[in-house]
């Protein structure tokens, strides 16, 4: 052991600033092996595990760039989503601890960035992409993607089996399996519905500059659909009246006796004969 530790294992003594796993060298002559050739290797931290990878971790760097075009450039994290590959879950929580973290350094506080460089230096880093879309949102974001941004939840009722019966000439698609289990099609469902739109265009062969003038105008439809979520939005907390009485906090709203709330009196369905009390579909 001890001999092992004064000749190959000396390398695993002082971090290197990248993945030191023993899968990635050569156990007969402990020479580092080629990681274009041997890309599985430098992500297998257990050599008799072949099944388990390290995933990557986003860099600093891509994180502030994240930050950057949600809070500066104004852009919806489901745009920066696609064209970073980065699930919206995690764009979603990057915003939020940046957020947090530039208000502590503001407050006078200090960060404690030494954890985060140790594993940094073990486990394998994704830097900031080459900004080639422009940060339109429309389409990658240079190099592979960091992870599967269409990934579709399971949804419940999609866990039971229905048998249907139908014609061997029919085409079943994924629009009538989603009507069968009271589910929207797929290709609705999916975080980007948008890329589907996009990767159909490519197939019909329609003209780069027509794509491009058809997604200006998704995008500009999306952003009146937000401007006027977020006018929604203030004008619910402007109706709003809020009473402070110590730690509490009270909220009171405009309301018409009639028009909000049940009428007194009046029985709930639950127990009526002939009504449906299980989901047909879902909005």
Same mark, same amino acid.
């Given at each position: %052991?001890?001999?092992?530790?004064?000749?190959?294992?000396?390398? @695993? #003594?002082?971090?290197?600033?990248?993945?030191?796993?023993?899968?990635? +060298?050569?156990?007969?002559?402990?020479?580092?092996?080629? #990681? =274009?050739?041997?890309?599985? !290797?430098?992500?297998?931290? +257990?050599p @008799?595990?072949? +099944?388990?990878?390290?995933?990557?971790?986003?860099?600093? !760097?891509?994180?502030?760039?994240?930050?950057?075009?949600?809070?500066?450039?104004?852009?919806?994290?489901?745009?920066? *989503?696609?064209?970073l590959?980065? *699930?919206?879950?995690?764009?979603? /929580?990057?915003?939020?601890?940046?957020?947090?973290?530039?208000?502590?350094?503001?407050?006078?506080?200090? &960060?404690?960035?030494? &954890?985060?460089? !140790?594993?940094?230096? %073990?486990?394998?880093?994704?830097?900031?992409? =080459?900004? /080639?879309?422009?940060?339109?949102?429309?389409?990658?974001?240079?190099?592979?993607?960091?992870?599967?941004?269409?990934?579709?939840?399971?949804?419940?009722?999609?866990?039971r089996?229905?048998?249907?019966? =139908?014609?061997?000439?029919?085409?079943?698609?994924?629009?009538?399996?989603?009507?069968?289990?009271? &589910? $929207?099609?797929?290709?609705? %469902?999916?975080?980007?519905?948008?890329?589907?739109?996009? /990767?159909?265009?490519?197939?019909?062969?329609?003209?780069?500059?027509?794509?491009?003038?058809?997604? #200006?105008?998704?995008?500009? &439809?999306?952003?009146?659909?937000?401007? /006027?979520?977020?006018?929604?939005?203030?004008?619910?907390?402007?109706?709003?009246?809020?009473?402070?009485?110590?730690?509490?906090?009270?909220c009171?709203?405009?309301?018409?006796?009639?028009?909000?709330?049940?009428? +007194?009196?009046?029985?709930l $369905?639950?127990?009526?004969?002939?009504?449906?009390?299980?989901?047909?579909?879902?909005?």
């Amino acid at each position: %052991m001890f001999a092992w530790l004064s000749g190959p294992g000396a390398v @695993f #003594k002082q971090p290197t600033g990248e993945p030191q796993y023993i899968s990635s +060298y050569d156990r007969s002559t402990w020479e580092r092996k080629d #990681k =274009t050739r041997n890309p599985d !290797a430098f992500v297998q931290p +257990y050599p @008799f595990n072949r +099944y388990f990878k390290s995933q990557p971790v986003l860099s600093d !760097a891509f994180r502030e760039d994240i930050y950057t075009r949600v809070k500066r450039d104004n852009h919806s994290i489901r745009q920066v *989503s696609a064209a970073l590959n980065v *699930s919206i879950e995690r764009v979603a /929580a990057v915003v939020r601890l940046k957020q947090v973290e530039k208000e502590h350094v503001a407050n006078g506080g200090k &960060l404690c960035t030494f &954890l985060t460089k !140790a594993l940094d230096q %073990m486990l394998p880093v994704v830097d900031v992409p =080459t900004r /080639a879309d422009g940060g339109s949102g429309s389409g990658g974001g240079g190099g592979g993607p960091f992870e599967n941004i269409q990934e579709l939840p399971i949804h419940s009722l999609a866990r039971r089996q229905v048998f249907v019966p =139908t014609s061997e000439s029919r085409e079943f698609t994924r629009a009538d399996a989603g009507k069968e289990f009271g &589910l $929207p099609a797929a290709d609705v %469902m999916v975080p980007h519905p948008d890329l589907v739109t996009l /990767a159909k265009e490519r197939n019909e062969i329609i003209p780069l500059e027509e794509r491009i003038m058809r997604q #200006k105008e998704r995008d500009r &439809l999306e952003e009146i659909r937000r401007e /006027a979520e977020k006018e929604r939005a203030a004008e619910r907390r402007r109706q709003k009246k809020v009473l402070e009485v110590g730690r509490w906090k009270w909220c009171f709203t405009e309301a018409e006796t009639g028009k909000v709330g049940f009428r +007194y009196g009046f029985p709930l $369905p639950d127990r009526k004969k002939g009504h449906v009390k299980i989901p047909t579909h879902v909005s």
